[in-house]
């Protein structure tokens, strides 16, 4: 039987970042495999190419060394090395029907996790082992959650094929285009996303998701020559003078009048020393914006401030994407079907057919897109939980509890359309 409690706990303990899942999603597929589900993993799980900010071969490495070394599958998590770490469950029914998937999101935080008293999973002995990494956006439930569905639906007795996805790199907005592009969605007449937490409280479920904004994550670098600042500094180029005037250049970008946006520089590095010209630096910059079409003309903006941020000061320049999301638009007729099945599990006692609960991003949204534009539905839901500190915070926690009535939800929501 599916312990979900201690599948949650023992996610919560080893906590691995984006396109790193490797330990994760090894256990992911031992638990499809012994319920009877096909699994697609590796690299027939998503498009190589396609992922968005994959870290280094280095850092790759050392996660697949580090999983191994806490238990991980061998035979299975050498189909995942590079960061191949998406996992999708497939199950047939009893009879043919519509294919109905579910979307779990897998990857941790770069958060080091709270050792105070009053942390739960500190005070309990399911904190962090991996120091520096913790699962601070409810990710582990959401796998745990996954994996208990999985469990139910084992018996077949529904029509239709049900498909579970296990995503990485939710964090960034990595990783589900990659999943998207490898076809994996194409086959799907209903899919259901779905959060823990979000500020709405236990007891609590929205059918659909309002406030997610399209962005666009982008890694700039620049490329001067160095040179002594005092003996010949007209012989250097200054990268990281061209990366400030960017800086600076990028956050003077207007607001708009037809919809909300954001631009935000969060990461500007360069130079080694107070006497050396910086042959090189680096900007990390997001745009964002509640319409797709905007938040393409401040992409496009900031592209050109780079490009002649870079030429004024004679450095080269690169740009990559590495990561984006789009606006949700969720199927009325799905939320409304999540809410009536919710009406019959106990312990839901508050319910919202669609809300505004972000004004964040999320990469479900290119999975949902896929769905529709097939002429299939997609919603996004929210499930509450009270937490007791905010997402993406050392003290980040919810409340168990949540757990099975989740999986129930999903099971009564799954039954409903592949009946």
Known sequence: MVDIIAIRRDLHRHPEVGFTEFRTASRVVEILKSLGYDVIYGKDALDGASRRGVPSEQKLEEAYQRALAHGANLQIVEQMRGGYTAVIGVLKGKEAGP???FRFDMDALPVPESTDDDHL?????FRSTFEGNMHACAHDGHTAIGLGLAEKLADRNFAGTIKLIFQPAEEGVRGAYAIVQKGLLDDVDTLYGFHLGTNVPLGEVHGGSTGFLATTKMEAHFYGV???????PEKGRNALLGAATALLNIHAIPRFSTADTRVNVGVLEGGTAANIIAESAKLI???RSESEEINQDLEQRVRTIIAHSAAMHELEHSIEVIGSAIPITNDSELAHLA?????QVEGFTSFKETAANSIGSEDCSFMIKRVQQRGGKATYMIIGTDIPAPHHHPKFDIQEEVLPRAVELLDRIARRIAK
């Open 99 to 101: 294919t109905v998937a």
């Open 121 to 125: 999973p500190h005070a309990q002995g």
């Open 226 to 232: 160095s040179s002594h600042a005092g003996a010949t």
């Open 285 to 287: 910059v997001e745009t």
């Open 339 to 343: 809410i009536g099945e919710a009406k």
